[in-house]
């Protein structure tokens, strides 16, 4: 077997595309070095990457896996959510966790995002410069996922620190990574305990209904997914937002045309800058089942598979012109919220924040320009998702 290549590097913390365009045209499987030193399989390419996303044999559950992968240092009760099961715990989980996920839910917030996403911009009107990251695009989706879990106002910066530390762990202060999980553990089981106590209009309030009623949600699972709503609720949606926005301002005649229509972005608008911007660079990682092969290559049971999904949003096969930003686009498929099975339960909420955040922003900011040399900006340290530390803005008229 050959040695494995290292494409995980500072090159690719800053441009992730164009490693993935060379690992694309060189060959649709890679076997790669991990950042933490072990290996694993990268698939490049959409066919491939979509097969993969619904193959019953490429497993979710870790304990699929020969090589005792681990992943994230989590307490063993955030494990126990849709990401990590396969069918039919998976079908399981997914029609209970449905069940308290419903498009009247999602409808409700709209109203409630808007009113947000106006008073952060409020609180931005008046003055030259903002960083959008920790001024708008952070505050706005914490502010959303915490409503529909029903989280108290006066607990939602402990969560928010929590969060940051997890995305961004400082390497010279590795203890501050575990005291977040440790923060974070003993603050979503309270939380699982105080609505318990006292059920409100919230998803929570919901899923805790339904693992009373009996109906197999066990305590791991409730507390799991709890976790996972709050986790990837947050984190996406913050470093999307900020992406998008980039996207646009790196392409002036798309954002042109784009604020001649706001506050109303279009479903064609949204679709195509999640294609283009989406700062998930694979899909959950999935383990064979059994030996199988894919573009080719012969992967044997149990090893890691990385499923390139950016990479394959971006596959000329697949779509005319990919690294063409065309928010008009007539193509609107993608694969930036999952497929098969796993495709994001969420993906309806992530949508709506979408498009009120980037419609709000650019109506009340039409002149909204980078405040710093476009090569200054900072990413973070991770291959798994490109997300920026901050994004300097000039908005002022």
């Known amino acids: 077997m050959t040695s494995p290549i290292a494409p995980f590097d500072a090159e690719y913390l800053v441009d992730p595309y164009v490693v993935h365009r060379k690992l694309r045209e060189s060959a649709p499987v890679h076997r790669v070095a991990l950042p933490d030193g072990t290996e694993a399989w990268l698939v490049t390419r959409e ?38 099961t396969d069918a039919p715990d998976h079908t399981r989980l997914r029609r209970l966790v449905a069940h308290a996920f419903t498009r009247r839910r999602i409808e409700s917030l709209q109203d409630r995002i808007q009113a947000e996403a106006d008073r952060l911009l409020d609180r931005i009107a008046g003055r030259e410069q903002a960083d959008l990251i920790a001024e708008f695009a952070a505050p706005l989706p914490l502010t959303v996922i915490n409503d529909l879990l029903g989280v108290a106002n006066d607990d939602r910066e402990r969560f928010r620190v929590w969060t940051n ?18 923060g974070m553990e003993r603050f979503i089981v309270d939380l699982v305990a105080a609505k318990r106590a006292a059920p409100a209009d919230d998803f929570l309030s919901d899923l805790i209904a339904v693992r009373d009623a009996g109906d197999g949600l066990t305590e791991s699972e409730l507390v799991s997914m709890a976790f996972l709503i709050l986790w990837a609720g947050y984190q996406n949606t913050v470093e999307f937002i900020g992406k998008a926005v980039l996207a646009l301002l790196d392409n002036p005649e798309q954002l042109a045309a784009l604020r001649k229509t706001a506050p109303s972005v279009s479903d064609s608008a949204v679709e195509e800058l999640l294609r283009y911007a989406h700062p998930s660079q694979f899909a959950i990682r999935r383990f064979p089942t059994e030996d199988i092969t894919i573009g080719d290559v012969r992967i044997p049971v149990g090893e890691t598979v990385l499923l390139g999904t950016a990479s394959a949003n971006r596959d000329p096969l697949f779509v005319p012109n990919p690294e063409t930003l065309d928010l008009w686009r007539q193509e609107k498929s993608h694969l930036a919220l999952g497929h098969g099975i796993h495709y994001c339960l969420g993906a309806p909420l992530a949508r709506l924040e979408t498009r009120i955040a980037i419609g709000s922003l650019l109506y009340r900011f039409p002149r909204i320009e980078l405040a710093i040399p476009r090569d200054q900006i900072r990413w973070r340290s991770s291959f798994r998702e490109h997300g920026l530390h901050a994004l300097p803005l000039f908005v002022g008229d």
């Open 165 to 182: 530390t997890l995305l961004a762990p400082d390497p010279n202060e590795p203890r501050q990574a575990k005291q977040a999980v440790v």
């Open 47 to 84: 066919a491939d990457v979509r097969r993969g996303l619904a193959d019953s044999r490429l497993s979710s559950d870790k304990r699929s896996s020969s090589t005792g992968y681990r992943g994230f240092a989590l307490p063993q009760v955030f494990e126990a959510h849709l990401l990590n």
